[in-house]
């Protein structure tokens, strides 16, 4: 296999993640590996969740970018001195100008193309457009990003585009009857960032309409959206912020079910982790859920927060919620990380 340089950038542009979860879990499966492997790293990396779990040798680092200008280094291709042709991935669209690379990217999604305007799109679609120019080989995370990527750019030759399917951590799993579901004590778990086409106000709707608690993974309620959510759950609500994946595995475990509503995913490793602890998934029907979701007995279509409260009455009914849930344990037995890692590394031996 070839030197493979892995740029670390993802964890300087992101505190958590689902593309920070990708590249930790890749990097440490590549670190117990006996590979000719070193890696590009940025400063303030520190700060991400991930990243500090990592403890990559300094002997392995090729170099640290500073700061110093980081939001324009951010856009610019890397240089590399090699006099061996090397294979280099980047985890977000960048790319190495030097003659001997070999470029690989992992496209997550098109968020950007489909939800945002202006200036911020067009930087992160160039940024994304020069990368995929540039790339030897394209890495898919699902079917639906692969299709998304051949409907933005019609003229690429689908012969370098490969799916490979995320895992889903080990660390989310059943627990112990004691330490799962009360149904004295019955809430809804909403996870993820809050972007508008994430649909997160259907999840309020959804908790107010039924009366269960509501609690929030992720960034903090603050300002406006506060007083949204308090105005209509008054403090009916758990705001955790960002929490360990210890924490989450244990919030699965004991929530009535994961409230997952968002219109457009590229992978959408809630509803799998949500799955392998044992928690009922009510998601929209839509991108890269329905590929990944298994049979879709709570999938809702549309922004109906009536259709969330329905499906949440289904669960009431007999022995349904646990024929849902032994549906999630044999779904997201498809998703593993090590299963994922090795197509990685097939493909790095092919380049």
Request: glycine share 6%; with cysteine; charged share 25%.
């Amino acid at each position: 296999m070839k030197k493979l340089i892995i740029d670390n950038i993802i964890f300087q542009w992101q505190k958590a993640g689902g593309v920070s979860v990708v590249w930790y879990e890749i990097i440490s499966r590549l670190l117990k590996r006996d590979l000719p492997v070193e890696f590009i790293e940025y400063e303030h990396s520190c700060l991400n969740k991930y990243h500090k779990h990592l403890n990559i040798p300094k002997c392995r680092i090729l170099k640290t970018v500073s700061a110093r200008y980081g939001a324009i280094k951010r856009y610019l291709p890397v240089d590399v001195n090699s006099k061996e042709p090397f294979i280099f991935h980047s985890s977000y669209y960048k790319w190495c100008r030097s003659k001997n690379a070999i470029n690989v990217i992992t496209v997550h999604d098109f968020t950007y193309e489909y939800f945002y305007r202006g200036l911020r799109k067009w930087i992160h679609h160039w940024t994304k457009s020069r990368a995929i120019e540039k790339a030897r080989h394209i890495i898919c995370i699902s079917e639906n990003t692969k299709n998304d990527l051949i409907k933005f750019f019609p003229a690429i030759d689908t012969n370098k585009i490969s799916v490979i399917y995320n895992g889903v951590s080990d660390t989310f799993r059943p627990l112990h009857p004691s330490l799962r579901y009360d149904e004295n004590d019955k809430f809804l778990i909403f996870v993820g960032n809050r972007a508008r086409y994430k649909n997160f106000d259907l999840a309020v709707e959804a908790a107010r309409v039924t009366g269960l608690k509501l609690y929030i993974i992720g960034q903090r309620l603050c300002g406006k959206e506060k007083d949204r959510v308090e105005k209509l759950l008054g403090q009916n609500y758990v705001d955790l912020g960002f929490v360990s994946n210890e924490r989450l595995n244990m919030l699965y475990n004991k929530a009535y079910a994961l409230i997952y509503p968002s219109s457009y995913e590229g992978f959408g490793m809630p509803v799998i982790e949500a799955q392998k602890a044992g928690c009922p998934v009510i998601a929209a029907r839509g991108s890269s859920i329905t590929e990944i979701y298994g049979k879709g007995s709570l999938l809702i279509k549309g922004e109906d927060p009536g259709q969330i409260v329905e499906k949440i009455k289904m669960l009431e009914e007999g022995d349904f919620r646990g024929k849902v849930i032994d549906e999630g344990f044999k779904n997201a037995k498809r998703f593993s990380w090590d299963k994922a890692f090795e197509a990685y590394l097939d493909l790095y031996k092919q380049l």
